[in-house]
């Protein structure tokens, strides 16, 4: 029975099974079961890797493959594991620099747009009055008498809506 067989299924770990995978069978065979459990203590607990969002997508283009990975939550980690990282994996790099003005660009654009495309809405609705002649009737009488206005021998109904 392999080390990975002896794991019950909730407690599966990326990290502790990649490890597990890379030794040898003849080595893992050789390990106490006090061994395992100091081993498996040794990575981070399932509990760790859980996030509110946890959203990873990959995007396969020709040749080359890009993934994507978007991870919030609570901020657990220590003082020093924070500064450690910041040192490791610095926000200023030119690779995000050029991702944030992207994704900047993309954010602000699709706001203006639809900020735009629900203006133009409301601006519609508000201006969706076209004066038009009533062709049914014929004298000025009859047009002012309907509260209209006789133009050009016209009776031009100025409130016309296209919706009407």
């Known amino acids: 029975m392999t080390i990975l067989q002896n794991k019950k299924k909730q407690d599966i770990n990326p990290l502790r099974e990649n490890f597990f995978a890379q030794v040898s069978p003849e080595i893992a065979a050789t390990f106490t079961k006090e061994q395992i459990e100091a081993l498996q ?12 969002i946890d959203l990873r997508i990959s995007f396969p283009v020709s040749l080359i493959s890009f993934y994507l990975v978007i991870l919030a939550g609570e901020e657990r980690r220590s003082k020093q594991r924070l500064q450690y ?33 629900f203006k133009s809405l409301v601006h519609a ?3 969706a009055v076209f004066p038009t002649s009533i062709p049914w009737i014929e004298n000025r009488n009859d047009c002012e008498r309907a509260n209209r206005d006789w133009k050009d021998n016209k009776c031009w109904d100025s409130q016309h809506s296209p919706y009407f």
């Not at 910041?86 to 993309?106: C, D, E, Q, R």
């Not at 954010?107 to 900020?115: A, D, E």
């Open 41 to 52: 203590k040794g990575f981070p607990s399932r509990e760790w890797n859980d996030h509110s």
């Open 85 to 117: 990282e910041k040192n490791l994996y610095p926000l200023w790099t030119p690779g995000n620099i050029f991702f944030i003005m992207v994704f900047s660009f993309i954010i602000i654009t699709g706001s203006f747009s639809t900020l735009v495309f």
């Open 125 to 127: 609705k508000r201006q």
